[in-house]
C-alpha cells in the first residue's frame, strides 16, 4: 500500500482570493499547499485594467502570510470597453497571465461583464497574436436555456464559433462540469485546455438537492449528474495533459450563503489536496496527481513547473476544520462527505 506520496509543489489554476480581510483570511488556505494561482478578477468594481492588476497584486503582496512563498498569476476581466493595447502591455510586462471572460450575468459579479461577443473580437484577436491566454466562465446566461444545459449550450454556440474564427487563440474552459465539455476538448486538441475543480470531481446534484437543500454546495456552473462528476474523474485521472486543477475556491460569509437567495461559491482551497489525493488514490491513479495538479497546468500556459515539491502521507482519517474565520465572517470549507486520509506533510 502507498502511504506516502512526494510530488511537485502544485498551482491553482482558477483561484478567488477577494479583497480585504476576506483576503486576508483565505490567504493561507491557498499558500500553505500552492506556490501559484490564477486570481480571478471579478471583484466589485472588477479588476479590468493593466493598472487595476497592479495595485491588486500588491494588496495581495501586502496580505501574504509571514514567510510565504507564493505567486499571484493576474487576471484581466475582459468587459466590452477593454483597450486591446492595454491588455498587451500587460501581458509584455508579465503584469497578466490571462483575460477572463464573464459572459455578462452568468456568475458572482459577473454584470460588467461580455454581452456580444463582437464587441470583443479586437482583443481577442490581439491576444492570439501575443499568445496570451483567454479563461472563460463557459455557460450561456439565457433565462430560456434550462441552468443544467448552460454549458453544453455555451459550447455550441460561443466556443465552437470562437474557436473556428480563431484557432490560434489560447483557451481555457473553466471549471467544466459535463461529459459534453470533456469530449470537446478532448476533440480539439489545439491550444484548448480545460479546469475542474475539487468539488465537481466529488459532488453531483444529489448533493446539493436530495435529502434538504445543501447551500454549500451550490455553485456556478451547478454540479451535473453522476455519469457527468464521473467523466470529469476520467478526466483529471488520466494523465491527458488538457487537464487540470483550477479549484474555483470561491470563499463567500456563511450569511451570505444562507439567504433565501444564497450566493454561489464553494470554499476548498485548504482541503483540496488532500480531497484530490483521496479521489485519485480510490480511482487507482494516485500516479496521476502530480500531473493533474502540478505538471499540465505550468505546461499549457507555458511555464515552468516548481521546482519545489510536497509530500503527502496516508493515515487515520483527518480531522479537518470546518470553517476559517475572517474579518468579514465565517466561511465554510469544503465538505466532501467522506473521511479524508491523506495529508500535505508540514515542509
Ligand atoms: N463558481 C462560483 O460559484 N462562484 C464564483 C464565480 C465563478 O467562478 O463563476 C465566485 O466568485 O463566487
Ligand atoms: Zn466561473
Ligand atoms: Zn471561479
Known sequence: MTDRLTLRRPDDWHLHLRDGEMLKGVLPGTTAHFARAIVMPNLVPPVVTAADAVAYRERIMAALPEGARFEPLMTLYLTEQTDPDDVERAFRDGIATAVKLY???????????????????PVLERMADIGMPLCMHGEVTNADVDIFDREAVFIEKVLHPLKRQLPELKVVMEHVTTADAVEYVRDHPKRLAATITTHHLIINRNNILAGGIRPHYYCLPVAKRE???VALVEAAVSGDGRFFLGTDSAPHTDPAKLQPCGCAGVYSAPVTMSCLAEVFDVAGKLQELERFASL????????????????????????????????????????????????????
Open 103 to 121: 459572459p455578462a450575468g452568468a456568475t458572482t459579479n459577473s454584470a460588467s461583464g461580455v454581452r456580444d461577443m463582437t464587441a470583443v473580437r
Open 227 to 229: 455519469k457527468h462528476r
Open 296 to 347: 499540465n497546468g505550468p505546461r499549457f500556459y507555458g511555464l515552468p513547473a516548481n521546482d519545489e515539491t510536497i509530500t503527502m502521507v496516508k493515515g487515520e482519517p483527518l480531522d479537518l476544520p470546518k470553517s476559517v474565520e475572517t474579518g468579514e465572517g465565517p466561511v465554510t470549507i469544503f465538505d466532501p462527505g467522506f473521511p479524508l486520509h491523506w495529508r500535505v506533510e508540514d515542509s
